[in-house]
């Protein structure tokens, strides 16, 4: 079946931009990560979502950083006014609950801030 | 001090050579454990649970020690394709807890 999918691939812009990320996790499957990894370094936890409600938030890094999932599903990353160190690989993860279950990977959308 | 920590590699091995992957984790609330995998610019993957006892999966042998909060990683029989970054990973099993990951430790086999 169809695995979890993240979309653009790579985003290019510039600092001081809006850009928006989105994940479309494995039908089913109610909880939602996002997750940043920076060159060198393992994944590092942002927000997780149970269902449409977003359960755990603490790893936003400040408030330029927004996450949606309005019907449980998608789910949509919103970074404001975006900064050279936002540079990162953004990572999108699905399970079918939240912590008892395997979290599947998607490929990650590779951001760049000039 | 960093929640999970790892040799920091890299590990360069010829083929068919053992390797073995250590890590350690500061929460001692920690309750499942796991190694992923992460080849180059790609996402990472389950390689295994990791479980008081001890398992295995082929040439993987994963071993967890938690009065020492250690966790390692042993490869036999190293093959080219085992080339990629290898992640700790802990979670602490409640409701919103996400997978706490280590830095990875990188390894490349050679013919």
Redesign the interface.
């Known amino acids: 079946g169809a695995g979890v999918s993240q979309t653009p691939s790579n985003k290019v812009t510039e600092k001081g931009k809006y850009v928006e990320l989105r994940c479309d996790p494995i039908s089913g499957h109610t909880a939602l990560y996002w997750y940043r990894q920076s060159l060198g370094q393992g994944p590092e936890f942002l927000i997780y979502f149970q269902g449409t409600g977003a359960a755990d938030d603490s790893g936003l890094p400040n408030d330029r950083f927004f996450a949606v999932r309005p019907e449980g599903s998608v789910s949509t990353l919103k970074i404001q006014r975006t900064e050279r160190g936002d540079s990162a690989v953004y990572l999108c993860a699905s399970s079918f609950v939240d912590t008892q279950e395997t979290q599947y990977f998607g490929p990650g959308t590779r951001l760049l801030v000039l | 001090r960093k929640e999970?920590e790892q040799d920091p590699g890299p590990f360069n091995v010829p083929e068919g050579a053992t390797v073995a992957f250590n890590c350690t984790y500061s929460n001692s609330a920690s309750q499942?454990f796991f190694w992923y995998r992460q080849d180059c610019r790609?996402?990472?993957?389950?390689l295994m649970s990791v479980y008081s006892s001890g398992n295995e999966d082929g040439r993987f042998t994963a071993q967890l020690n938690r009065a020492s909060q250690y966790i390692s990683l042993l490869i036999r029989d190293s093959k080219l394709s085992d080339s990629a970054t290898y992640?700790c990973?802990v979670?602490?099993?409640?409701?919103?807890?996400?997978?706490?990951?280590?830095?990875?430790t990188t390894l490349s086999v050679s013919s």
């Open positions: 999970v499942s790609k996402e990472p993957k389950l992640l990973v979670n602490l099993n409640q409701a919103g807890t996400a997978l706490i990951f280590g830095k990875g």
